[in-house]
T-cell receptor, first 115, second 115 residues
């Protein structure tokens, strides 16, 4: 059974810092990995999707990398801003499955960026 | 942009009531999903559908049923609401089964309270 772990559980940084969020998964037979952001009381917003054949994806100040063989992904946020404060979740398709969307989610990292 | 719309942001129902949660997506996606999110338990899949009138159980289907009569609409039904079904319910959709580049898109969620 696929298990996804996110470290740290919570992170508090001053504005302007570069930071790294970590995601690890137990079964490397994945088709993709997706990073989401969730604001309090809201749904999840898709940030980046990395296909298994890719090593990284970039969107603005966000860069996500994927190392399938080691079962790890990182989300790098450059020049953090207070508006980046949210919970960040990673998710992978269940082991041996297709990308039907039966994802296993990590518990998330709660990020606080203070001015 | 993909838009996934959940009919209610907040809902308060009494124990034993039949509850309908509605979700509509506007991008002709084949796959639709219902998750619930609880503190400490993360996101758990209730049901998903990969085509009209098709459905499959997720990890926690007990006490729920679903209906997908049209491609764009996926309904979650609580046959007889109970207090342990108080939760945040999240609907999601993705383009097509088996595609590695098929991100999951979420609605804003319905906060259901059963009293």
């Amino acid at each position: 059974k696929q298990e996804v772990t996110q470290i740290p559980a919570a992170l508090s940084v001053p504005e302007g810092e570069n930071l790294v969020l970590n995601c690890s998964f137990t079964d490397s037979a994945i088709y993709n990995l997706q990073w989401f952001r969730q604001d309090p009381g809201k749904g999840l917003t898709s940030l980046l999707l990395i296909q298994s054949s890719q090593r990284e994806q970039t969107s603005g100040r966000l860069n996500a990398s994927l190392d399938k063989s080691s079962g790890r992904s990182t989300l790098y946020i450059a020049a953090s801003q207070p508006g980046d404060s949210a919970t960040y979740l990673c998710a992978v398709p269940n082991a041996g499955g297709t990308s039907y969307g039966k994802l296993t989610f990590g518990q998330g990292t709660i990020l606080t960026v203070h001015p | 942009d993909v838009k996934v719309t959940q009919s209610s942001r907040y809902l308060v129902k009494r124990t034993g009531e039949k509850v309908f949660l509605e979700c509509v997506q506007d991008m002709d996606h084949e796959n639709m999903f219902w998750y619930r999110q609880d503190p400490g338990l993360g996101l758990r899949l209730i049901y998903f559908s990969y085509d009209v009138k098709m459905k499959e159980k997720g990890d926690i289907p007990e006490g729920y049923s679903v209906s997908r009569e049209k491609k764009e609409r996926f309904s979650l039904i609580l046959e007889s609401a109970s207090t342990n079904q108080t939760s945040m319910y999240l609907c999601a959709s993705s383009l097509r089964a088996g595609r590695v580049n098929s991100p999951l898109h979420f609605g804003n969620g319905t906060r259901l309270t059963v009293t």
